[in-house]
Nanobody
């Protein structure tokens, strides 16, 4: 069973920055981040494939950056210019080769493995 550990959440004021990390127990082709605010569904944020190609939700484009270090089986989410509406529990997700391609994996059902979640709170 693949294990994911996502860390790095915390509390920050609006306009601040945080960096999340997600380490997997083995290599994963596609890694992504979702977030879930209280009373809302799980929302896709971004994905990255093993070659470094990335896609972002419009709500975070230009503010968030996903990257990965394949040697460390780790993906990072750098979050800048944070807003109160970014407040949520952030979940790392991962999956192997297959359909859809990583760039199209924007639904929770597209991922096989999940981290436990890390809380991000942005105060205005």
């Amino acid at each position: 069973q693949v294990q994911l550990a996502d860390t790095g959440g915390g509390s920050v004021q609006a306009g601040g920055s945080l960096r999340l990390s997600c380490t997997t127990s083995e290599y994963m082709y596609c890694m992504g981040w979702f977030r879930q605010a209280p009373g809302k569904g799980r929302e896709w944020v971004t994905s990255i494939n093993s070659g470094g190609s990335t896609v972002y939700a419009n709500s975070v484009k230009g503010r968030f950056t996903i990257s990965r270090d394949n040697a460390k089986n780790t993906a990072y989410l750098q979050m800048n210019s944070l807003k109160a509406e970014d407040t949520a529990t952030y979940y790392c997700a991962a999956g192997g080769l297959g359909n859809p391609v990583c760039a199209a994996r924007n639904q929770p059902s597209h991922y096989n493995y999940w981290g436990q979640g890390t809380q991000v709170t942005v105060s205005s």
